[in-house]
């Protein structure tokens, strides 16, 4: 169980590295999920280009942290980012995750090469929507919302089909730690990237599942529209986690983006 302490904050990751010159990808999990999402993703491209996931504090096995904006959590990528001598990387965030690469971006583009948005946008949610989210969850606990978050998160045959594999990621969101789940809300909540997603200025893949309930296509097709170049693909049969429920289809859309980002090299080389 590899864990590094950066800033006063234990991160839980896992890094594979592998040989060649291919910039690694990094990983940024969403709302209330640790980094078990993308294992699947990371067993099909094991071997073929350096990767890292981790836990976003409060998240998985992460310290739970003070969270007051998505500052907080650029914050801990970035020192990471630093910690392993990544240089430039390639930044794959989910929802949250996807705001995460974003600011990241805003911050320092010069270690960004490339960035896969995920079921995500430049703002998402509405105060209102992520205040009376955060006035359940306090009152109530995780537990409150967790079968109204599955069904966002996953398809009505995900739920037919997978009822095992349901019942634990609704497991791995109740547990999550309370104090940093409404941290990251927060975050989220006052997160605004509209302005900036118009100045990336790399190459960019936003994707969405069909039938995400939380970050529709209509609104990750938005960000596309946002980011000049930026490509947009569907996943079908997917809902907000396509790492977990199409890991297959997730997993080509990236290793093609990749591809064309080495292609890229080449021609301008």
């Known amino acids: 169980m590899p864990f590094v302490t950066i800033g006063g904050i234990t991160l839980h990751h896992r890094r594979i590295e ?157 547990r999550q730690a309370l104090p940093d789940y409404v941290g990251t809300c927060i975050a989220v909540r006052d997160a605004d990237f509209t302005d900036s997603a118009r100045r990336i200025a790399v190459p960019t893949l936003c994707i969405a599942g069909d039938q995400d309930g939380s970050t529709p296509p209509d609104l990750v097709r938005s960000l596309a529209a946002l980011i000049p170049g930026a490509r947009f693909e569907i996943i079908r049969d997917a809902g907000h986690i396509p790492c977990v429920e199409q890991p297959e289809a997730l997993t080509a859309l990236i290793r093609n983006f990749i591809a064309s980002l080495a292609l890229g090299a080449e021609t301008h080389g």
């Open 18 to 174: 592998t040989n060649g010159s291919a910039h690694p990808i990094v990983f940024i999990n969403s709302l209330g999920t640790d980094f078990r999402i993308w294992d699947q993703v990371l067993s099909i491209l094991d071997g073929e280009m350096p990767l890292l996931v981790y836990d976003k504090r409060g998240h998985g096995l992460s310290d739970i942290g003070d969270i007051r904006s998505i500052d907080d959590h650029v914050d801990d990528l970035s020192a990471l980012i630093d910690h392993f001598g990544l240089g430039k990387v390639v930044l794959c965030g989910l929802s949250v995750g996807g705001m995460i690469a974003q600011g990241l971006y805003a911050r320092r583009p010069e270690i960004v090469e490339a960035m896969i948005l995920c079921d995500t946008a430049h703002k998402i949610g509405t105060t209102e929507s992520w205040n009376t989210r955060i006035s359940i969850v306090e009152r109530h606990g995780i537990e409150a919302i967790a079968d109204g978050v599955m069904k966002v998160w996953f398809t009505p045959d995900f739920h037919v089909a997978r009822a095992a594999d349901l019942a634990g990621c609704r497991n791995m969101l109740t």
